[in-house]
């Protein structure tokens, strides 16, 4: 069984940035590709962006498009989210999930998840 501990969440204000870290145990995190999701107040949980195994496919959102990046470290187990000129509604909680296979395969296609890390973005 994955752990997933998100890290880097914090209040901000609008345009500023901020990256969030996601630190996995086991062996097999290269095995997996690896995704952020968020979810804000009163709404459902949606895909932010994903990446696959060896960071050479990357998916996002098309509301964080030019804005997020996704990066990992396999020799470190780490997945990071490197988010710029932040919005308002960005505001959320963000998740990291491990994803069921090698490459990104949709937002289902993702079984275990980390406990989030809160962002406010303030106007």
């Known amino acids: 069984q994955v752990q997933l501990v998100e890290s880097g969440g914090g209040l901000v204000q609008a345009g500023g940035s901020l990256r969030l870290s996601c630190a996995a145990s086991g062996r097999t995190f290269s095995n997996y590709a690896m995704g952020w999701f968020r979810q804000a107040p009163g709404k459902e949980r949606e895909f932010v962006a994903a990446i696959s195994w060896n960071g050479g496919r990357t998916h996002y959102a098309d509301s964080v498009k030019g804005r997020f990046t996704i990066s990992r470290d396999n020799a470190k187990n780490t997945v990071n989210l490197q988010m710029n000129s932040l919005k308002p509604e960005d505001t959320a909680v963000y998740y990291c999930?491990?994803?069921?296979?090698?490459?990104?395969?949709?937002?289902?296609?993702?079984?275990?998840w980390g406990q989030g890390t809160q962002v406010t973005v303030s106007s």
């Open positions: 999930a491990r994803g069921s296979s090698l490459y990104y395969t949709g937002p289902q296609g993702f079984g275990s």
